[in-house]
């Protein structure tokens, strides 16, 4: 099929692998078909619900995935049959499970507490009396609730109250109702009888036995003591890595959250992106419930494709290239490559240059200075900062390597703001904090640097995930030397910030200028 998109050079696959049959799924099939992209999807279960005509690998599953952006390979299962499959960027919006949130609360399952999801479909206990019967939702009390389940309990609520004739309660944390159409359900579901009773200091105490849940609770504002006893109680569910997670995760090697799904924690990656270029994930794939989540999902995914396909994203001007000569093929470089953008050739390393994105930590990381990685090997580094010392004055000279994704914004911020740079600190903007080898320190002292630090990302936010901790471990290593030959171990430090903490930075630097200066000038 003919693409509307105008494909980057060497481009050799157009089309979009969605793996997902779902509402999220199918709705970033649609958007870009309407771009006119060819999609396959890949389903686990049947097509059902995917519009007719459309090109669907039924009861299949991807076992692995090669290569990068444009050129992607995935080999696929599907009724015991092997083969593989091209994509030019592959979308993730596997269906996780729903699973009811009992034990937050201390309950069993049983007859009288059910998931949220049965209570909707209208699955009462056979006790339950119209007129006489009551009900209590659990909702948000155990952890932060979302606007689909809200949305979910408030029409529950508001069926059995009214077409039931339950004396029905909600008990919650946080209710918002700031998404479209729950304030005016809410205002129906109090309208027929709900009470809805909020808890910000207090939590309601839950008893179940054989017999009876009792929920008793003293009501924040009235200080009055409450105690019911329901005959049927509703927990929230919450969404779930499936099993199949896993397998999708192990094939394309992505990076989870702490939960399992398929988005790291990570500010870099939203909305989103994974630590694979041109691979992404959206609704239920990180972790997303309802209706209105899936469909920004799906509108972000289907930019984040065709912005892909088109070969518009922003790039790396560096990547790094292996000298397989040189290699001896300790595997290092293809351990530490978040991006995956290392691949092994008949047990030998290479870069797949479409997937670099040009961190430089593998180039840091290569125990035989194997990988090349343009400009800032460290013998360029260390005579650029043989240069500077030259045409500097000042007797106490100091260096700074700065990551481009936190240091350097949050620097640049604070130039804008009036901040003068020290004369003697002589700053060297990097790709990654981790691309800061040890070979570059030392070479920064070897060029008469009385201190160096370093400035990376929070290591938790980390856009090449382990970077910050790379740089950290390599200035541990250097201080642990500076211990053993009584060389002040402060002389080299690191430090974490966020982009747009210009304050931050100023006082970094700052404080590093004053320690150094305690310290004096090294000796010649
Ligand atoms: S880290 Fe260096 S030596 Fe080890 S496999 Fe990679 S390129 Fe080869
Ligand atoms: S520079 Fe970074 S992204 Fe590129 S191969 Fe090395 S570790 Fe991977």
Redesign the pocket.
């Known amino acids: 099929m003919a693409t509307d998109l105008e494909l980057k050079d060497g481009g050799v696959a157009d089309n979009v692998v969605i793996i997902g049959g779902n509402a999220c799924a199918r709705q970033i099939g649609e958007k870009m078909e309407a771009r006119n992209v060819p999609v396959v999807y890949i389903i686990r279960e049947t097509a059902a619900g995917i519009q007719p005509g459309a090109n669907v690998l039924e009861k299949a599953g991807v076992t692995d995935c090669r290569g990068g952006v444009g050129d992607f390979t995935l080999s696929v299962r599907q009724n015991g049959k092997r083969f593989t499959q091209r994509a030019g960027a592959v979308v993730i919006a596997e269906n996780g499970d729903l699973r009811p949130d009992h034990e937050a609360y201390g309950l069993d399952l049983s007859p009288r507490v059910r998931p949220l999801s049965e209570i909707a479909n209208g699955d009462l206990p056979d006790t339950v009396r119209p007129g006489e019967s009551v009900a209590v939702f659990l909702h948000g009390l155990a952890r932060e609730s979302n606007p689909a389940t809200t949305r979910t309990v408030m029409n529950s609520a508001l069926t059995l109250a009214r077409d039931k004739d339950l004396k029905t309660y909600v008990l919650t944390r946080n209710l918002k109702v700031a998404g479209n159409g729950l304030e005016k359900l809410y205002r129906s579901a109090r309208e027929a009888g709900v009470v809805f009773v909020k808890f910000t200091w207090t939590a309601p105490e839950i008893r179940c036995s054989h017999q009876e849940i009792q929920v008793s609770f003293t009501d924040e504002a009235t200080g009055v003591l409450f105690t019911l006893t329901p005959d049927v109680a509703a927990v929230d569910e919450i969404l779930a890595p499936s099993p199949a997670f896993k397998q999708i995760q192990a094939a394309f090697k992505l990076r989870t959250d702490s939960a399992g799904f398929l988005q790291a924690d990570n500010v870099h990656r939203f909305p989103v992106e994974t630590n694979r270029k041109g691979i992404f994930a959206a609704g239920p794939a990180r972790g997303l419930l309802g209706e209105h989540a899936w469909t920004a999902d799906a509108g972000a995914a289907a930019e984040a494709l065709t912005t892909v396909l088109q070969g518009k994203a922003p790039d ?1 001007a ?3 290239e292996i000298n397989r000569n040189q290699c001896v093929r300790c595997l290092t ?1 293809y351990r ?7 691949r092994i050739d008949i047990a030998r390393p290479r ?2 240059p479409e ?9 840091a ?1 290569c125990p035989r200075e194997a ?1 090349r ?1 343009n400009p800032y090997e460290p013998s360029a580094v260390s005579a650029g900062i043989v240069d500077a010392r030259l045409e500097r004055s000042e007797e106490l000279f100091t260096v700074a390597f700065l990551c481009g994704r936190s240091a350097v914004p949050a620097r640049e911020q604070a130039f804008r703001n009036g901040w003068n740079a020290p004369p003697g600190l002589f700053m060297i903007d990097v ?2 904090a ?2 800061i080898s040890v070979n570059h320190l030392l070479g920064a002292f070897q060029a008469g640097a009385g201190g160096v630090l370093v400035i990376g990302c929070h290591p938790d936010n980390c856009h ?1 995930e382990n970077g910050t901790l790379h740089a950290k471990s390599r200035i541990k290593e250097l201080q642990n030397i500076f211990d053993k030959i009584d060389h002040p171990r402060d002389r080299v430090v690191s430090a974490s910030l966020a982009a747009n903490m210009d304050a931050g930075f100023v006082r970094i630097v700052e404080e590093f200028e004053n320690r150094i200066a305690g310290f004096g000038a090294p000796d010649k």
Do not use: D, L, M, N
Request: proline fraction near 3%; glycine fraction near 10%; include cysteine.
């Open positions: 790396s560096h990547k790094a470089c530490v490559c978040t991006y995956r953008a290392v870069v797949i997937a670099c994105a040009g961190c430089g930590v593998c180039a990381e990988i990685f790709p990654c981790g691309s090449s």
